[in-house]
Nanobody
Framework: QVQLVESGGGLVQPGGSLRLSCAAS????????MGWYRQAPGKQRELVAS???????NYADSVKERFTISRDNAKNTVYLQMNSLKPEDTAVYYC?????????WGQGTQVTVSS
């Protein structure tokens, strides 16, 4: 079955960095667009960053110049490098895989930015 397993979340001070990973199994990874979403308490889930099968990237305005999404098709893994973290980045971060009308989600990993 399809599995997307996120890792790398945790507690970090403002200005710090974290690197999230999402390991995929059960899908032809290189054919899927991949994305990172986040959901803060009381808010809707929002797109943070996405990467196409050709490597084109897209970012939410709030994370541009701070976050970088990348993928390693040989490892079936997508990454989110997060720098200069702010308290407003605190959320559960979810990995997403999409192709045509199919979409899969990971279970999420908590990122907390606090001093």
């Amino acid at each position: 079955q399809v599995q997307l397993v996120e890792s790398g979340g945790g507690l970090v001070q403002p200005g710090g960095s974290l690197r999230l990973s999402c390991a995929a199994s059960g899908i032809a990874f290189s054919f899927y667009a991949m994305g990172w979403y986040r959901q803060a308490p009381g808010k809707q889930r929002e797109l943070v960053a996405s990467i196409t099968i050709s490597g084109s990237t897209n970012y939410a305005d709030s994370v541009k110049e701070r976050f970088t999404i990348s993928r390693d098709n040989a490892k079936n893994t997508v990454y989110l490098q997060m720098n200069s973290l702010k308290p407003e980045d605190t959320a559960v971060y979810y990995c997403n895989a999409a192709i045509f009308s199919q979409m899969y989600w990971g279970q999420g990993t908590q990122v907390t930015v606090s001093s």
